[in-house]
């Protein structure tokens, strides 16, 4: 059975940072991109960032420069590194694995964890 667990989310202050895991059992690790998504109360789920099992990242333009992703392949778990975050971060961030390559479409995505709150309020 595959499971994608995020971790690390929490409620912080404008300029903080933050550090998210996803931790993954159940799949043959290397085989899959890693990518987290973000919704937003009232909006649709957007791509954030994802990385292939050789640590090539791909970003969206809207957090290029402030989030970074690296995996930890020996532990099957993949970070998002968060800093200078902004209220408009505010969101619940999923993990998702794909075999398809780098995409960003929630379509082509197989597996997905169960989401971990981010608020940044002061």
């Known amino acids: 059975q595959v499971q994608l667990v995020e971790s690390g989310g929490g409620l912080v202050q404008p300029g903080d940072s933050l550090r998210l895991a996803c931790a993954a059992s159940g799949l043959t690790f290397s085989m899959y991109n890693i990518a987290w998504f973000r919704q937003a109360p009232g909006k649709e789920r957007e791509f954030v960032g994802g990385?292939?099992?050789?640590?090539?990242?791909y970003e969206a333009d809207s957090v290029r420069g402030r989030f970074t992703l690296f995996r930890d392949n020996h532990e099957n778990t993949v970070f998002l590194q968060m800093s200078s975050l902004k209220p408009e971060d505010t969101a619940v961030y999923y993990c998702?694995?794909?075999?398809?390559?780098?995409?960003?479409?929630?379509?082509?995505?197989?597996?997905w964890g169960q989401g971990t709150q981010v608020t940044v309020s002061s």
């Open positions: 990385i292939g099992y050789s640590q090539i990242t």
């Open positions: 998702a694995a794909t075999k398809l390559g780098m995409r960003v479409v929630v379509a082509d995505y197989e597996y």
